[in-house]
């Protein structure tokens, strides 16, 4: 785990990728953290793509998809764009979507937006370390609070 890539847009609400990176910092200080901000989700592909020509080993893209039938089309495209890129260079991808309409007001949506880009950023950790097996079967939520397993 030599070099983490992160991906966000300037289409976002919230600074996602500050929160990403300050996470994965507090976590794995020795790892080396790039940035590429793209203007909008369909952008994400390209940005991984030109961190991994960098040498990255695992991509974390924190996006935000508004709330009309186009936007979440883009985000479809998206999530298949970063699906095939994963498969043609190997290399992990993980997305931290925010969706404009999972929250009633700009409060929940801010604290959803920070609080799935945190979580995604220790789940990256987690899984390239080999620890995110412990966390299996625990009803962890990214973006909400957690809601348990079912005993």
Same mark, same amino acid.
């Given at each position: 785990?030599?070099?983490?890539?992160?991906?966000?847009?300037?289409?976002?609400?919230?600074?996602?990728?500050?929160?990403?990176?300050?996470? @994965?910092?507090?976590?794995?200080?020795?790892?080396?953290?790039? =940035?590429?901000?793209?203007?909008?989700?369909?952008?994400?592909?390209?940005?991984?793509?030109?961190?991994?020509?960098?040498?990255?080993?695992?991509?974390?893209?924190?996006?935000?998809?508004?709330?009309? @039938?186009?936007?979440? @089309?883009?985000?479809?495209?998206?999530?298949?764009? @970063?699906?095939?890129?994963?498969?043609?260079?190997?290399?992990?991808?993980?997305?931290?979507?925010?969706?404009?309409?999972?929250?009633?007001?700009?409060?929940?949506?801010?604290?959803?937006?920070?609080?799935?880009?945190?979580?995604?950023?220790?789940?990256?950790?987690?899984?390239? =370390?080999?620890?995110?097996?412990?966390?299996?079967? =625990?009803?962890?939520?990214?973006?909400?609070?957690?809601?348990?397993?079912?005993?």
């Amino acid at each position: 785990m030599d070099c983490i890539g992160v991906v966000d847009t300037t289409f976002a609400r919230v600074d996602m990728g500050s929160e990403a990176i300050d996470e @994965l910092r507090s976590l794995a200080p020795d790892v080396v953290v790039k =940035r590429i901000t793209v203007p909008g989700i369909k952008n994400t592909i390209w940005g991984a793509k030109k961190l991994m020509k960098e040498g990255c080993t695992a991509i974390l893209v924190v996006g935000w998809v508004g709330p009309s @039938l186009t936007d979440k @089309l883009s985000y479809l495209a998206m999530s298949l764009g @970063l699906i095939e890129l994963q498969i043609q260079y190997d290399v992990l991808i993980l997305d931290a979507t925010v969706h404009e309409d999972e929250a009633t007001d700009e409060g929940e949506l801010k604290l959803i937006a920070i609080d799935r880009a945190r979580k995604h950023a220790r789940n990256l950790v987690a899984l390239l =370390r080999g620890d995110l097996t412990e966390a299996a079967g =625990r009803g962890l939520r990214q973006g909400r609070p957690d809601v348990g397993p079912i005993i």
